[in-house]
């Protein structure tokens, strides 16, 4: 039986739990943390989360906090990662970005010059000792012992297997460094990260975030999409590099929207045939989720290069539009929670 508890929140107030599908998108990331923090200082109580690449590290982030001390706990450690990312960043690099007269998140022009190496060297070429200052945020932040003998929450950590290119999810129990690697592991900068014999690449190839194991892993009706792409361009890209930018962000979010048009389609065909058509507890189970999502549209002219600006100030920025625009969210949709969807998912979707 899918059960779903209601427990207390604070202020007086009560709501379901929600599960949470949090997409990557580098450091954009950071506008997913601040999105989180402003729903965990309201209350916010978790069933599952499923993330991908930055997702995947607000998931564990805020898993290791909540084992630790709950909300609030989730809060400080959400804080700690992503200032400890931006202290891996070197400290001319953080000058030269403050002195950008480009402003925003663009990345200084070395760092511009060194990606623009990957278009012609692989990372075994030009990095062949794997250096990575997020593996060393992650093992420094991160208990997985702990977290896999003691964390409450259902995990899901979406990394690519690169010889079958299917989705390989880590649950809570099998979380570790490597597997946490694996799902940020961009292949045209990071070697691929071997896990008992497989290699794999970023889960945002195969699952951006992953769906189905909120539908059949966890209790809560309430799913809450935090997309860091845009579901819509108001226009088509013109230009190289908005044609550059709008390619990746199509190749990381196809699975997703096929994952998604296939619940609405299923959702639409059973609505379809209500009068004769029985309904199994998939069926219910499918009719009776509730979709929210929180979009981060002020990142849509953002551009692709500044995913990779873990400057501690634009990391901070984009922390507050997230509050900001989760505060909203809540002004607006927190009586529905538990209720109602705020979202028409066959609109959206088909």
């Given at each position: 039986m899918f059960r779903l508890p209601w427990p207390a929140l604070r202020h007086g107030r009560s709501a379901p739990r929600l599960s949470l599908a949090l997409q990557g998108g580098g450091a954009h990331g950071a506008y997913t943390w601040g999105v989180l923090d402003r729903l965990l200082e309201d209350g916010l109580q978790i069933d599952g989360i499923s993330g991908t690449s930055a997702g995947a590290m607000n998931a564990v982030a805020l898993a290791q906090g909540w084992t630790e001390g709950g909300a609030d706990g989730a809060r400080a450690a959400l804080a700690a990662f992503w200032q400890a990312v931006g202290d891996s960043v070197p400290f001319h690099l953080e000058l030269l970005h403050s002195l950008n007269p480009n402003g925003g998140g663009a990345l200084p022009v070395p760092m511009n010059m060194m990606v623009g190496l990957t278009q012609f060297f692989s990372p075994y070429q030009f990095n062949p000792f794997e250096l990575n200052p997020l593996r060393d945020v992650v093992r420094t932040q991160f208990d997985f012992e702990r977290l896999r003998r003691a964390c409450p929450l259902k995990l899901f950590i979406a990394a690519?297997?690169?010889?079958?290119?299917?989705?390989?999810?880590?649950?809570?129990?099998?979380?570790?460094?490597?597997?946490?690697?694996?799902?940020?592991?961009?292949?045209?900068?990071?070697?691929?990260?071997?896990?008992?014999?497989?290699?794999?690449?970023?889960?945002?190839?195969?699952?951006?975030?992953?769906?189905?194991?909120?539908?059949?892993?966890?209790?809560?009706?309430?799913?809450?999409?935090?997309?860091?792409?845009?579901?819509?361009?108001?226009?088509?890209?013109?230009?190289?590099?908005?044609?550059?930018?709008?390619?990746?962000?199509?190749?990381?979010?196809?699975?997703?929207l096929r994952e998604m048009r296939m619940i609405a389609h299923a959702r639409r065909h059973i609505a379809a045939n209500a009068g004769w058509l029985p309904r199994g507890r998939f069926e219910r189970r499918l009719m009776g989720l509730r979709f929210h999502l929180i979009e981060a549209k002020e990142l849509g002219d953002a551009g692709k290069a500044s995913k990779l600006n873990a400057a501690t100030g634009f990391l901070t920025r984009l922390r507050e539009l997230g509050r900001a625009r989760a505060g909203r969210w809540l002004h607006r949709r927190r009586r529905e929670l538990g209720h109602r969807a705020t979202i028409d998912v066959e609109r959206l979707f088909l």
């Open positions: 690519t297997a690169v010889r079958t290119g299917k989705v390989r999810l880590f649950r809570t129990r099998e979380l570790s460094a490597d597997a946490l690697l694996a799902s940020a592991c961009l292949p045209t900068l990071h070697h691929a990260v071997e896990i008992g014999g497989e290699h794999y690449w970023d889960g945002g190839f195969t699952a951006n975030p992953a769906i189905y194991p909120l539908l059949y892993e966890c209790s809560s009706p309430d799913i809450l999409l935090v997309l860091l792409n845009p579901l819509v361009r108001e226009d088509a890209p013109r230009s190289a590099e908005d044609i550059a930018a709008r390619s990746m962000e199509l190749g990381f979010s196809t699975t997703f």
